[in-house]
């Protein structure tokens, strides 16, 4: 048994490494600080016991995506789970002149997503098994002001698992859609919210529970499914004036 | 009220970003932020929060070693290692500290008698200099710097990451007993016939004058032998006891603890301990962590809080100064709620590390304002006679002037510091208050 975390330095995908390894599975860990990635293999070796490796990995370096997924299986065997745990906000400033800074928010968060899904999957559908888990965000419930670039990008990673899991429902291959609201993360670190926040530990159990259950999509904290219930019931005649 | 600017890396390269962003307004490491003082705490400057460098990093079962980052703490330690029959080689009275933490106080616990400090199953540390540079410190690379780091109060640097022994032990349980002691003469009798037990302590009454002074509960312990357990306490089959089981929700309200509450519980505990318990069994949890389970117990308390003093004076005759001390405390009418005494052993260390060899005492005080700190200067005063000292961990208040003559050694430690960080980018509201940062003062 073995799961691939691809953004591996974040707080909540390092629980879901250790969650994954105290279940018997063999580890690979990813991120673009491959020092880092390196430290958490070793926590998660010196915890669990299990064989955990780290490597490197960049959302946006696509061609490379199918032979890294090559080389992971050839390190820790079949992956039975990858999960996408990566994203990236980015600082772009408020009027947006920067396109730049807004192309590479779409491709870590929405093209590298994808693009890694294509690889991950061929295998998963051949061998006919497999959970594929992609973690997304609230924020791509509807486009606001003042997040729209990484939101519409978080939107049409969820759109697209949902057509993946769609197609890979049919060869076995389960597809979750997590998406996070507030955790107490690099993200929303100083964050003045009266909204509950949840820690990473508790999202990563969440997510581990929700995996096992075959969840299709997951809201975390649960919550958040209500409220952005009414958010996404809002009329756009009036959404438009307001200042989400 | 002290503010400060606050990063919280997750990432080792982030101590860096937060290193590189300083202003000459002092930098601080702070772990879980349990010391009672002000040693964790920098006023207007910026403090790395370290609890989310907490990686294990390599660990040899063969021999007990661990090599894990700062901001990993004693509960991660106990959760990951005790059903792999390994335990803290020591561990203060609460397990929510950080082994950073740990190191910068040079924590003791109930086996300093037997196993001394924190510091003294170290065998490396890395900590991150005001110069920018990473140095590996031990007892023979850059041995000054590691004498100065442990027991250093964070002001040497951060620390990033260090080599810790782990203690075999083959299940989760103590094998204690305790015993009733009747006053202060008697608690050194029973003291002077544990050698034994690798686990001592004792809570003792403070409220109690004349021939019952000292009186109190003797506790000692060690770790229990294999063949002593039935398979229910096999390691692996643990009962999880390691959850709050309790929490004081609010603060309680500020008559809660006066000195009639006090004497009643103090009567109310004394009698609970029958003669004394034989060969108990004791799950470590409560054994060593006893006020963890009532988790915010100090909101006891109430809002104005409480203070803790914790002093160590060198055993000799009669023990006057401790006397002293505790008819000082009874006199003055301010009872202590929880008061707690202990032998160390011989062993001491470098740093500003508290132990010496002599008697400890630990007292909390409900804060009674300026009356308990014209105590406190008045317990400063036997103690500093008598040679002693107070622990800077859990101290914040004592003068510069007391401390100087409490550590002698402070010159000679802050000659080191000053070498390492002649700017003074390592700072905390203790190191100032105290003259340990900075320029000569």
Known sequence: MSVAIFGATSRIARAVALRWAEDGHAVWIGARDVAEAERIAADVRVKTGVNAVAGAFDAVDMDAHPALVADIEAAVGPLDCAVLAFGDMGELDEDHTDFAAARRVIDVNFTGAASLCEAIATGMAERGAGTLIGVGSVAGDRGRQSNYVYGSAKGAFALYLQGLRNRLFKRGVHVMTVKLGFVDTRMTWGLKTRIPVATPEQAADAIHAAAKRKVDTLYYPPFWRAIMGVIKTIPERAFKRLSL | ?441
């Open chain 2, 1 to 441: 009220m002290t503010r400060s600017q606050v990063a919280r890396p997750e990432r080792r390269a982030e101590v860096f970003e937060a290193f590189g962003e300083r202003d000459g307004s002092g930098m601080l490491a702070h772990g879980l932020g349990r010391s009672y003082g002000d040693a964790a705490l920098l006023d207007g400057g910026k403090v790395v929060l370290t609890r989310r460098l907490d990686r294990m990093l390599d660990f040899d079962p063969e021999t007990g070693w661990l090599r894990c980052e700062a901001g990993v703490s004693i509960e991660d330690i106990l959760e990951t290692f005790v059903p792999r029959g390994f335990f803290p080689p020591v561990t203060p009275g609460t397990k929510f500290v950080t082994v950073g933490g740990a190191l910068g106080c040079d924590v003791h616990g109930k086996n300093h008698h037997v196993d001394g400090c924190w510091s003294n199953h170290i065998r490396n540390v890395e900590l991150l200099t005001a110069s920018g540079e990473v140095v590996t410190c031990d007892r023979e690379q850059e041995p000054e710097l590691f004498d100065a780091t442990v027991g250093g109060m964070g002001l040497t640097g951060i620390t990033l990451a260090m080599d810790v022994k782990l203690t075999p032990i083959h299940n989760p349980w103590i094998a204690m007993e305790s015993v009733r002691v009747e006053n202060l003469d008697h608690f050194f009798e029973v003291s002077a016939e544990s050698g034994g037990f690798t686990h001592t302590v004792s809570w003792i009454d403070c409220v109690k004058r004349g021939q019952a002074m000292g009186r109190g509960i003797f506790m000692r312990g060690r770790h229990a032998d294999a063949d002593e357990v039935g398979h229910a306490g096999a390691l692996g089959k643990l009962i999880d006891v390691a959850h709050p089981l309790l929490a004081v929700p609010l603060d309680g309200p500020n008559w809660l603890l006066n000195n009639a509450s006090i004497r009643l519980f103090n009567e109310a505990y004394f009698r609970k301990h029958p003669k004394g318990q034989k060969n108990v069994l004791q799950h470590y949890d409560p054994f060593f962590y006893p006020l963890d389970v009532v988790r915010d117990w100090n909101k006891i308390y109430g809002k104005r809080g409480f203070l803790q003093y914790q002093l160590v004076v060198p055993k000799e005759g009669d023990n006057a100064p401790l006397r002293a001390v505790l008819d000082a405390i009874t006199k003055s009418g301010m009872g202590s709620f929880l008061a707690v005494i202990k032998e160390f052993g011989d062993i001491s260390n470098g740093g500003l590390s508290f132990p010496i060899p002599g008697v400890t005492l630990a007292l909390d005080f409900a804060n009674y304002g300026a009356p308990l700190l014209d105590l406190m200067e008045r317990l400063d005063a036997i103690v500093v006679e008598a040679g002693g000292r107070v622990y800077l961990g859990k101290d914040a208040r004592v003068s510069r002037a007391t401390f100087r003559r409490m550590y002698p050694e402070w010159e000679a430690w802050k000659a080191v510091r000053d070498q390492w960080d002649p700017s003074g980018v390592f700072q905390s509201d203790l190191g100032r208050r105290l003259g340990l940062v900075g320029g000569a003062a």
